[in-house]
């Protein structure tokens, strides 16, 4: 990771200051320039647009094993969720999603993370706290205090990293499924 | 409980058919008639009208000992809630909260059950089994799989017995808080 340039404007190229809550969610912020991939160096964008592309989503979540899901089912998720982040580099002029995460949330107490996801070539490199981090600031722009989400076992020492508890005084997760 | 009318409409006091999933929820449905309280017979009445006396709401809230809230972001919680459940009952032509729950979603695969609240005086008599069930329901409708909250170690085995399962294969529910 050459050069770390969280939330610089991307046709300005100017760091985002106090007022970069206020900037515009349509457009992609350059997140990291010259990140090492491949032998390359690519630029990383983060957005926070709803605007998805609902196949490049479901390909990313392919590519860490999930089930398909309706696209119908996908884009009434991302409308009804509080917040997506995506992350995405480009090259050559196109733009390919290589993580995402979303939150569900009442607006104002309560929040909870869902499909985390960062595409395995990706993996290990700093995205997914980048992705977090953002979703927990953006949450916390809107006086959302409590944040929740589902770990899985083989990532609930990533989330212990990042300040998230497991349990605290007692109090599980809990789970109901059709049967 | 003296008569189990799960449903029932109220005006017309005839039983909700199939269709009872298009009932009108501004309007009250009796739930439980000649319910016993105090030596005397009330009527209970379910209703997933979201416009709530937040005053009333915090009132119950308080019997149970939480924290007080203020009532702005009570109102925004309860708008972005996908629903809410209220209990109360009827007497001399005043209507009284005795419980309450509501649910955030995406509105398609994910929900969240907050805020689970019944009066201490109608503790232990089925209305807590009711509130989840008909939670259960109303996201089921919506075709919502996978429901989720965050249980009080008292009251874990409460929603086991209504099937909840905590930390289905070893997956966690994680907080994280402002520090």
Redesign the interface.
């Known amino acids: 990771m050459a050069f770390w340039k969280l939330f610089w404007n991307k046709t300005k190229f100017l760091p985002i200051n106090q007022d970069s809550n206020k900037y515009d969610c349509k457009k992609n912020s350059l997140l990291i320039q010259d990140f090492d991939y491949k032998n390359q160096k690519i630029n990383i964008f983060l957005s926070k647009d709803k605007n998805i592309d609902l196949y490049e989503l479901e390909e990313l979540c392919d590519t860490v094993g999930w089930v398909r899901?309706p696209l119908k089912?996908v884009k009434?998720?991302?409308?009804?969720?509080?917040l997506t982040i995506s992350l995405s580099y480009e090259k050559d002029n196109k733009k390919k999603l290589i993580a995402f995460a979303?939150a569900?949330?009442?607006?104002?107490?309560?929040a909870?993370i869902?499909d985390v996801v960062v595409h395995p070539e990706f993996q290990g490199k700093g995205l997914g706290k980048i992705l977090i981090n953002e979703a927990?600031k953006q949450l916390?722009y809107a006086?959302i205090?409590?944040?929740?989400?589902?770990?899985?076992?083989q990532v609930?020492s990533f989330?212990k990293h990042?300040?998230?508890?497991?349990?605290?005084?007692?109090?599980?997760?809990?789970?109901?499924?059709?049967?």
């Not at 569900?104 to 309560?110: E, I, P």
Request: glycine share 6%; proline share 6%.
């Open positions: 899901r089912k009434i998720a991302i409308e009804h969720s509080f979303r569900t949330s009442d607006n104002t107490f309560n909870t869902w927990i916390r006086d205090n409590t944040i929740t989400l589902f770990a899985d076992p609930l989330y990042l300040g998230f508890i497991s349990d605290p005084d007692g109090v599980k997760g809990m789970f109901w499924y059709p049967h």
